[in-house]
């Protein structure tokens, strides 16, 4: 059974950090991109940040110089530290997988599989 499941999520006041993780099961890890999307309050979803299997890496320009993804594959794990947090970043999180994926976080809708997400609050 494939799952991805994303835990980190929570309050943090404006300034602060969080790390947030992707666990995932049940296919080969290390053949799948994965991409972290978000979707706040009111807004539409939008692509965070994406790592390749080579281990290429893009954020989106809000969140350039203060979130940064990496993966360890022998967790089977994506993480994304987040720093700097502002009230604009308030959303529930999700990652999701594409195998072989390239790095372009317009692709909502060609992921192969995606977790449930993980809520983060950020308050002023």
């Known amino acids: 059974e494939v799952q991805l499941v994303e835990s980190g999520g929570g309050l943090v006041q404006a300034g602060g950090s969080l790390r947030l993780s992707c666990s995932v099961s049940?296919?080969?890890?290390?053949?799948?991109?994965t991409y972290w999307f978000r979707q706040g309050p009111g807004k539409e979803r939008e692509g965070v940040s994406c790592?390749?299997?080579?281990?290429?890496?893009l954020g989106a320009p809000s969140v350039r110089g203060r979130f940064t993804i990496s993966n360890d594959n022998a967790k089977n794990t994506v993480y994304l530290q987040m720093n700097v947090l502002s009230p604009e970043d308030t959303a529930v999180y999700y990652c999701?997988?594409?195998?072989?994926?390239?790095?372009?976080?317009?692709?909502?809708?060609?992921?192969?599989?995606w977790g449930k997400g993980t809520l983060v609050t950020v308050s002023s």
């Open positions: 999701a997988v594409l195998k072989y994926g390239v790095c372009v976080l317009e692709g909502a809708s060609y992921m192969d599989y």
């Open positions: 049940g296919f080969t890890f290390d053949e799948y991109a």
């Open positions: 790592i390749t299997t080579d281990g290429s890496t």
